[in-house]
Nanobody, 126 residues
């Protein structure tokens, strides 16, 4: 059974930082692209950042380009998202996602990802 388990969310003041982790089990993602998405109350899920299997290519949503950093440790089968200078509008449930194909590109469309975690809540207070 493939599992993606996010951790690291919580309550933080505006301007603060959080580091999210996503631990995978049941399948190695060392050859697959992975991504982070988020969903705020009343809004659709949106792309945050993605990374190819090697880490050579990353993509970010415009709102995260200068504040967020995605990375991965394939030896640990773990994905990370460092979030700095957090804003109240970053409040959402954050999900990690894994592509089922090998050597794929980074997709911003959530329909391209086969595997999903349960999410971790990030709340940024003003």
């Amino acid at each position: 059974q493939v599992r993606l388990v996010e951790s690291g969310g919580g309550l933080v003041q505006a301007g603060g930082s959080l580091r999210l982790s996503c631990a995978a089990s049941g399948r190695t993602f060392s050859r697959s692209a992975m991504g982070w998405f988020r969903q705020a109350p009343g809004k659709e899920r949106e792309f945050v950042a993605g990374i190819t299997w090697s880490g050579a290519t990353t993509r970010y949503a415009e709102f995260g380009k200068d504040r967020f950093a995605i990375s991965r440790d394939n030896a640990k089968n773990t994905l990370y998202l460092q979030m700095n200078s957090l804003k109240p509008e970053d409040t959402a449930v954050y999900y990690c996602a894994g592509d089922r194909t090998d050597d794929g590109p980074v997709y911003s469309d959530d329909a391209e990802y086969e595997y999903w975690g349960q999410g971790t809540q990030v709340t940024v207070s003003s």
